[in-house]
Every structure is written in C-alpha cells, then in structure tokens.
Nanobody
Framework: VQLQASGGGLVQPGGSLRLSCTAS????????VAWFRQAPGKERERVSC????????TSADSVKGRFTISRDNAKNAVNLQMNSLKPEDTAVYYCATSRHIYACSGPQEYFISWGQGTEVTVSS
C-alpha cells in the first residue's frame, strides 16, 4: 500500500499548480483523503480534506477560494487544484488517508498512510 504525491514545482505568484495523490494497492474511494503542507520552520498544517462518506470538503481559511480538492476515481486519485498561489503557499505538500469518520476535523494522528511529499515553491 503506497501513496504517491506529485505535481509540485516552481511557480510565480498568481500562478496555478495541480497536485495529485495516487494510491497503489487499494482504492481511495473508501478513504477520507487530506492534503497537508509543511513550510520550513513551521508545523505541518491541514490544507484541504475530502470525506469518504459523502465527498464533502473542507479547507483551511488561508486557502479557501483558491484551492479545490476533488476525486478522480477513474485514476484512483485525489487532486488539489491550487490557484492564485502566493509565496506563503511555499511548502512540501503531503497527502494522507484515514478511515476515521471525523478525520477532516480531527487530529492529524487520524491519518495513517502518508505520501512522500511534493515540493511547491512560489517565487518570482
């Protein structure tokens, strides 16, 4: 069972990136999936989350209106579309999965499987 995060890179402020989280060995459909990020010297924070039960989504206030999380079941993936990127979005982004019903609002410990991270740099 492996999670793979991809799609990071260098982008100018105001630009867009789409991150993708894919799984091998199991289907993401039955899991709550979240994207987290960790900037240098800062704690890891949850960015966006999509629930297994009804695909309801939540996002951190800092990215609301700019980031969108969605499922692509045909590709067994969960994507994070990031628009209007800012320098403060610079971080390593991780995806993670959980079976816990309250994972999107609960502690990060509810997430059991983690991808390796993909780096996003927003700079001119």
């Amino acid at each position: 069972v492996q999670l793979q995060a991809s799609g990071g890179g260098l982008v100018q402020p105001g630009g867009s990136l789409r991150l993708s989280c894919t799984a091998s060995g199991y289907s993401l459909r039955g899991y709550t999936v979240a994207w987290f990020r960790q900037a240098p010297g800062k704690e890891r924070e949850r960015v966006s989350c999509i629930r297994a039960s009804n695909n309801a989504t939540t996002s951190a206030d800092s990215v609301k209106g700019r980031f969108t999380i969605s499922r692509d079941n045909a590709k067994n993936a969960v994507n994070l579309q990031m628009n209007s990127l800012k320098p403060e979005d610079t971080a390593v982004y991780y995806c993670a999965t959980s079976r816990h019903i309250y994972a999107c609002s609960g502690p990060q410990e509810y997430f059991i499987s983690w991808g390796q991270g993909t780096e996003v740099t927003v700079s001119s």
